[in-house]
């Protein structure tokens, strides 16, 4: 024979706090989903946003010292040596490799020097340093007028190759230096260097 329970109320507690335990677990479950699916969002936009957003090399000539300077201001000409500290800075998350190229110095609208830079690779998040040794020589220029004191040089060349994030997207780049130098034939330095 089956026994009745004499307290049926006891019955409904229990089954309402099973139920309710039931709910908060439903409502954990709930929560730990949506809160995964957020996280997995962020990561993306991150991810598409910030990682995948490939941006061109900085190629730029930093400041340095000149070795020789001798000029004729009667020609007018002069010839120039110094180590041309180049900068290619690579602020994407993947490595910039590059091919062969030159950079090309001009006095004026006529050429007086270049230097080859060898194929090589920007690690991600930094800057590779390539020093060239560069001799700068202008024959006599009618148009040009050293009795000013200061020669100005303009340094110009292109970098192009891939950046390769996480080893499968790849994206070609090109880099422009455009670089202007004024050099003082007085102290035979450096006065100033601004690159666009």
């Known amino acids: 024979m089956a026994e009745s329970n004499p307290n049926p109320r006891v019955d409904e507690e229990t089954l309402l706090t099973m139920e309710e335990a039931k709910r908060k677990k439903r409502m954990k479950w709930t929560i730990g ?41 009667s020609s007018p000409s002069f010839n120039m040596t110094f180590l041309a500290p180049i900068r290619v800075k690579n602020t994407n998350w993947g490595p910039f490799k590059y091919g062969a190229s030159n950079v090309t110095f001009f006095y004026g609208d006529a050429e007086v020097g270049r230097v080859d830079i060898p194929k090589s690779k920007a690690n991600f998040k930094s800057t590779k340093k390539i020093n060239l040794n560069v001799t700068l020589s202008s024959a006599s220029n009618p148009g040009s007028n050293l009795s000013s004191g200061d020669i100005t040089i303009n340094s110009r060349g292109e970098l192009s190759g891939k950046i390769t994030v996480m080893f499968m997207f790849k994206k070609k780049k090109t880099s422009q230096m455009n670089c202007t130098m004024v050099i003082s034939t007085s102290t035979k330095a450096v006065k100033s260097l601004s690159c666009k």
């Open 33 to 73: 989903i949506i809160a995964f699916v957020i996280f997995q969002v962020a990561q993306a936009l991150f991810f598409v946003l910030v990682i995948m957003k490939f941006k061109s090399p900085k190629f730029r000539i930093a400041e340095f010292d000149i070795s020789t300077l001798d000029f004729n201001q």
